[in-house]
């Protein structure tokens, strides 16, 4: 836990898990939210390498954080008031890092294309084995960058698909 968050985890995960329901009827089935363990072989296996790659994610997106804060203490400002300032600057903290983002966008897109390989039975939303996942699995930290986001850094294109 090396930086500072400033929003509530417990009501970012209710809101995460929720947005893109929103959109369901606009797109192809999602499948239901399930517990990691009812997933398929093929869901579990993208899990796992998520999960893997999140460790390089994290520290990324602490690291360019940690150079965002700074760049305030250096400009003169307390640590405290810093963080405050780059939060004001960077509504998403650490996750706003490009990297991030890019990592954030990149297995989302790879759930969804897991998914449409799949009959809808089989199916999980990529919110669920990004966040629900993460949250069941105990990885703590992982959420809270994670849910520094406000929204998904995902979209829809004109036929509906993920983009």
């Known amino acids: 836990m090396a930086f500072k968050i400033v929003h509530n ?4 995960v209710r809101q995460l898990l929720g947005a893109p329901k929103d959109l369901y009827g606009q797109i192809r089935d999602q499948g239901q ?3 990691l363990a ?11 390498q998520y ?6 994610a994290y520290e990324v997106g602490d690291a360019w954080w940690q150079d965002c804060v700074e760049a305030f203490v250096l400009d003169g400002y307390k640590k405290a008031e810093a ?12 996750a706003s890092a490009p990297e991030v983002v890019w990592f954030f ?6 759930f969804d294309e897991l998914n449409g390989d ?10 669920t084995a990004m966040l629900a996942w993460l949250v069941e699995d105990g990885r703590k930290d992982y959420v809270r960058l994670l ?14 698909n993920w983009s």
Not at 38 to 48: M, N, P
Request: charged share 25%; with cysteine; proline share 12%.
């Open 147 to 160: 849910t520094c986001m406000p929204y998904w850094p995902i979209g829809l294109d004109e036929n509906g």
């Open 118 to 127: 799949l009959p809808p039975a089989d199916r999980v939303p990529p919110q």
């Open 83 to 94: 963080v405050d300032l780059a939060y004001d600057k960077r509504l998403a903290g650490p």
């Open 33 to 35: 939210e399930k517990p």
């Open 38 to 48: 009812d997933a398929t072989e093929a869901h579990r296996r993208l899990y796992a």
């Open 51 to 56: 999960v893997a790659d999140f460790a390089t």
């Open 105 to 110: 966008r990149t297995y989302w897109l790879s």
């Open 9 to 12: 985890v417990d009501k970012a």
